[in-house]
């Protein structure tokens, strides 16, 4: 795995920004169902170090094999309650828009340097 970043140990308001948002979800949310939501965005993000991080905290919640193997097909499981397929489907959605506004910006940028020359 490639060797992260250590976000926390950077001071500024982005990064208390989101331990706040993490602090917040975690008080509010069932944790077996933020880490099954956790493993899924990780699988779309394709990040190896988050799906091991996050499969890791889902087994100790008691999540199974079989769930987290199939999770990549909730849509058609039959492993997966209907409050857990909203969850699943708000995560993919706050993916997308994520990487939707991550493209804007990347177009914008090459349209500046496009248009400078």
Not at 85 to 101: E, F, K, Q, S
Not at 103 to 110: K, W
Request: charged share 35%.
């Amino acid at each position: 795995m490639t060797k992260r970043l250590n976000f926390l140990a950077i001071k500024n308001g982005g990064i208390e920004g989101l331990v706040a948002v993490e602090t917040w979800l975690a008080n509010n949310f069932d944790p077996k169902l933020l880490d099954l939501v956790k493993v899924r965005v990780s699988q779309m993000n394709g990040c190896a170090y988050c799906l091991h991080l996050h499969r890791r905290d889902a087994i100790k919640r008691g999540e199974t094999d079989d769930r987290l193997l199939l999770l990549d097909a909730w849509r058609e499981s039959e492993l997966y309650t209907e409050r857990e397929r909203a969850a699943l489907a708000l995560g993919r959605v706050a993916d997308t828009d994520r990487r939707y506004a991550r493209a804007g910006r990347r177009l914008r940028a090459g349209e500046e340097r496009l248009s400078r020359g």
